[in-house]
């Protein structure tokens, strides 16, 4: 069985762009998470997604916005790049409708905003 | 809220040596409790887990007991190998979502 496939794997942008980042989960997983990875904050929940719903939202501003797809794929988009946006941006996915059991991740996006 | 707190690193050890990773949360309830690593360039990866007290994780030579107790889940390992050089993290899983700490990076060094 696949695992979680990110795209693009890394990005070059300039501030001020924007960039949608995509997510395709395990195969049956309905659950997508996506978190931002810097070096100072380490590991930060931006959102989930279960079956095309958001169903929590971590505490980052507006330009993160994010969607889930019928089949379960997930998008995340941020607007207004600023340069602090630079991070690996990581997307998780599990099988139940709450994470209660472990979360499978993705490789990441490593975003880099010049 | 929860919250995991892990100690920071690096902890840089020698082939062989014993490791341990403390890691403390403050949750409510009843939270499962994770311990995920990430080699470099990839994701994170689950190692071990524990849903309830008392229960012990364990996965290739790594474990980690619940203790409800002392609200900790450290990770530990007899004999580190070169090829366990990585970012640790602990984590757990409250109502909706997983809280991590901030990672510990481990060398092991030949």
């Known amino acids: 069985k696949a695992g979680v496939t990110q795209t693009p794997r890394y990005l070059i942008k300039t501030r001020g762009q924007q960039v949608t980042l995509s997510c395709s989960p395990i195969?049956?997983?309905?659950?997508v998470s996506w978190y931002q990875q810097t070096p100072g904050q380490g590991l930060q929940f931006l959102f989930e997604y279960f079956s095309e719903t958001q169903r929590n939202k971590g505490n980052f501003p507006g330009r993160f916005s994010g969607r889930q797809f019928s089949n379960s794929r997930s998008e995340m988009n941020v607007s207004t790049l600023e340069l602090g946006d630079s991070a690996l941006y990581l997307c998780?996915?599990?099988?139940?409708?709450?994470?209660?059991?472990?979360?499978?991740f993705g490789p990441g996006t490593r975003l880099t905003v010049l | 809220g929860n919250s995991v707190t892990q100690m920071e690193g690096p902890v840089t050890l020698s082939e062989e040596a014993f490791l341990t990773i403390n890691c403390t949360y403050t949750a409510t309830g009843y939270p499962s409790l994770f311990w995920y690593v990430q080699y470099p360039g990839e994701g994170l990866q689950l190692l071990l887990k524990?849903?309830?007290?008392?229960d012990k994780g364990s996965n290739k030579g790594f474990e980690a007991t619940y203790r409800k107790e002392t609200t900790s889940f450290h990770l530990e390992k007899g004999s580190v190998q070169v090829s366990d050089s990585a970012v640790y993290f602990c984590?757990?899983?409250?109502?909706?979502?997983?809280?991590f700490g901030t990672g510990t990076r481990l060398k092991v060094l030949a």
């Open positions: 998780a996915s599990n099988l139940r409708d709450r994470p209660r059991g472990e979360q499978f």
């Open positions: 195969s049956g997983h309905r659950s």
């Open positions: 984590a757990l899983r409250g109502a909706y979502k997983y809280i």
């Open positions: 524990a849903t309830k007290a008392d």
